[in-house]
């Protein structure tokens, strides 16, 4: 199957998949297209509200694309993981209020 992957900036790109293949095996595939990291995607997919549109919560990286109501042509959102807060970063004074 060919799924349509839109990313935060709104650029589009195809990632070309069997009709078994995984919720992993397409992270893998934007991984590999894209150089994002594996671990961090949040992939959305555009769908009926009777489905569950996440498919990286709800739905196992081992649970297949067709199981998550993915089919050949689906539109899916690209989205990010927050990094964890190792940086210690904190907000200046000013937005404190």
Known sequence: MKVVVENLIGALFYAQLDNDATVADLKREIDTQQKLPFDRLILILD???????????????????V????????????????????????RPDSFLG
């Open 67 to 90: 199981d998550c109501g993915v089919q050949d042509g689906s539109h899916i959102y690209l989205f990010f993981n927050p990094l964890d807060d190792h940086f210690g970063f904190n």
């Open 47 to 65: 769908a009926d509200a009777d489905r569950s549109p996440l498919m990286s919560k709800e739905h196992e990286d081992r649970s297949s694309l």
